[in-house]
């Protein structure tokens, strides 16, 4: 081991004597780096290596600061010559050391990207070629790595051919991989912008093309459209499609692509939501009006026009396609519509009479999601008492929801609505109590502005916990909610209350206790009726 570890530094002689010649680095730094180095090599060749030492806190690191002070001090004294004497052998000291690394632990990706980041840093680009080609043999189930090493070809070695290549066997691996082609799309079309510009500028500078080449079938698009065809015949989705589309329309030379995926979504995806809703929103960016834009008026004008032909898309989505999901595009959009800003009071009424209409009509048709109707809630509280009614149809086609009757109860508590007992009452039947949320309906049930329902939804609550958990239950329910309890509790419920501890399941001590919390809270005529029927109570007379 010593006499390898003797040979590399010997080795490192002429880079650090041309370092300390050269003004670089002292002579003293020189042997500063020696020793460290002779220190490092020994560590190097232990029996067993630590993958952080011998990555991060030493070797690697070590080498990559070295270079780093050398680029430093360069720019420094402005010395600019023998970077083949002087950077060249560390850079391949440290790929020499990356290729070791990488080949005890094999598994470890984030080492092999480390060497390519090098690479790339240090100008090494044939190199990187290399490092790609033997990662991918060892992880070629991991798609983003044969994306990252097609581009690199494409990128830093200028290279289209190797990248196509790179794509092709990704997708051997890969055949349904959306990720993959969309890049390889996108990759096939950079390098046919490129060609069109080469091209461009020779014939501006008129000179002779015949000495290059330039293939028709790229510069026309014909391969781009070879790979959408094959990318549309694994992957049949409309997603899919319009991703692809939405690319093709970064490059300008592309009308006649994009109108020929337009054409196919329109002909063979229109059982999806998404194609409707894509082909719905292009409106937003049709021309505007000329002149009347000049305005703010004008400009509100405009923009109603354009969400209305939006509108006009989604309806005839939702007469081909009466889905939820359909429904769900039409009334996103209207959301997304009615929350924009605008000092133009007309076109903020139509964007709110819009989503209504669309609310309804979902919901006429039960086919509103959940989540819609708590901002129809928030958007149209204005409504008042007719919000009763959705609110109330809500709990009825999302029957085990805690959020949805929640929100109703809630919307009829802040109306005032006298059905707020009903539906607390249907809540209690329908939710399942050991849902984690269920206390919120209580909650809300018990704070109610209404005397007179909070008095019945405080009773429903008792007698709800008292049929589903006996006295125990009940006992519980009125201890942990002692503070709505006692300030509204009739005569009645206190006497109940003291009856049931001197049951046989109860605790007959508790009744002074008890007794003593009613005259407390008990108020006006309350007191007498209650002290009159506790007194009949105690003479058995009840």
Known sequence: MAEIVQQRIEDRIPELEQLE??????????????????????????????????????????EINILELIKKRRAHIRYKFKREEIEFPIIQRINSIFKRATNKWKDDVQLWLSHVAFCKKWGTKGQISKVFSTMLAIHPDKPALWIMAAKSELEDRDSSESARHLFLRALRFHPNN?????????????????????????ERAAMDLGEYEFSPEILSGKLVEVVYRDATGKIKEAAFVISLLNIAAIFDF?????????????????????????MAKRELDAPGAGEELQSAKGRASDINRREERCCQVYEEGVKSLN???????????????????????ELKEQRQERLLGVLHRAHDGSLLKEDYYKNWVS????????LVIVAMAATQRYSQSVSVWSLSLQTLIQLGSADVGKLFQDALTHVDPKVHTYTHIHTLGLLSAVPAVAMEMKAAYLDWSHTTGGYKKARKTFTSANTFFCCCFCEDLWLAYIQEELGPLGQPQNCSKIHWRAMKFLEGESVERFTSKYTLHQTGHI
């Open 379 to 386: 958007s149209f509280f204005c409504l008042g008492l007719a």
């Open 323 to 345: 889905t939820e999901s359909m429904w769900t595009c039409y009334v996103a959009f209207c959301l997304e519509r009615q929350k924009r800003k605008t000092n133009v009071q």
């Open 21 to 62: 010649r050269v003004g670089l680095f002292t002579k003293k730094e020189v042997k500063s780096i020696i020793k460290r180095a002779t220190a490092l090599e020994y560590k190097l060749h232990r029996l067993i290596v630590n993958k952080e030492d011998f990555i991060i806190l030493v070797y690697l690191q070590y």
């Open 254 to 278: 592309t009308k006649q692509l994009q109108d020929s995926i337009l054409q196919d979504l329109q002909t063979n995806y229109t059982e999806d939501s998404v194609t409707w809703d894509f």
């Open 178 to 202: 959306k990720k993959v082609y969309q890049e390889y799309f996108r990759m096939e079309l950079l390098h046919c912008e490129k060609l069109r510009k080469q091209k461009q500028e020779l």
